[in-house]
């Protein structure tokens, strides 16, 4: 037995790694970035803060992580999104999942991608970078996706591809924020309904 067997051996974990960042994903989600203090995460997931740092790094790296799993979990309907067969049914897609996710009575109201760095000051400046690119990503493949509408006829010749992808995701975010204000997914069915009635005809 190497050494560093007998090393991991001898500093077992004691917790569910996946639920305790699970959990750090929900404080995320519902205090942001800067809101979410040391004490906050790690009485959530049950750890010391030395656990925390062994097993997820400071908090920035435990903020990426619970990044990843909410775009694993909560937030994957944008990625199954694009296998849609047609880019109005892409765009349904994307506002009808924003509706459900925001609006989950098992999770905190909103968008993580969103709330996770609204008021972000000073130290919550590697958060809200992350999440601007985290956005943009996202923009940046409807738009690809769209193109690709464009190129097999599925959308007019003079659909603007770039400017779909944004008022689609403005609509998206806009959603996020409506429902951490209190909207009800009713009220915001309503909203991705009437955002569909202005997609252009094929």
């Known amino acids: 037995m190497t050494s560093q067997e007998k090393a991991h051996i001898g500093r077992p974990r004691g917790f569910d790694a996946d639920e305790a960042l699970r ?9 942001g970035y800067e809101g979410a203090s040391l ?3 790690t009485e959530a997931m049950g750890i010391t803060k030395t656990s925390m740092y062994a097993a997820f790094g400071n908090k920035e790296q435990l903020f990426r992580k619970a990044l990843a799993l909410y ?3 909560p937030a994957s309907y944008g990625p199954r999104a694009w296998a849609e067969p047609t880019a109005a049914k892409v765009a349904a897609a994307i506002l009808n999942g924003a509706v459900r996710a925001t609006t989950d009575p098992d999770c905190p109201a909103g968008c993580l991608g969103v709330q996770g760095s609204l008021a972000a000051g000073e130290l ?16 940046r493949a409807l738009e690809e996706r769209f193109q690709r509408a464009v190129d097999e006829r599925d959308l007019p010749p003079d659909a603007d591809p770039a400017r779909l ?14 429902a951490a204000s209190g909207a009800s997914r009713e009220e915001l069915q309503e909203v991705a309904d009437a955002a569909m009635h202005n997609w252009p005809p094929v």
């Open 165 to 178: 992808a944004r008022y689609i995701m403005t609509v998206a975010f806009g959603i996020a924020v409506e």
């Open 23 to 31: 959990r750090a994903m929900l404080v995320f989600w519902q205090q």
């Open 124 to 139: 919550g400046h590697p958060a809200r970078e992350l999440l601007v690119e985290w956005r943009n990503a996202a923009r």
């Open 71 to 73: 775009d694993e979990g």
């Open 39 to 41: 004490a906050d995460l």
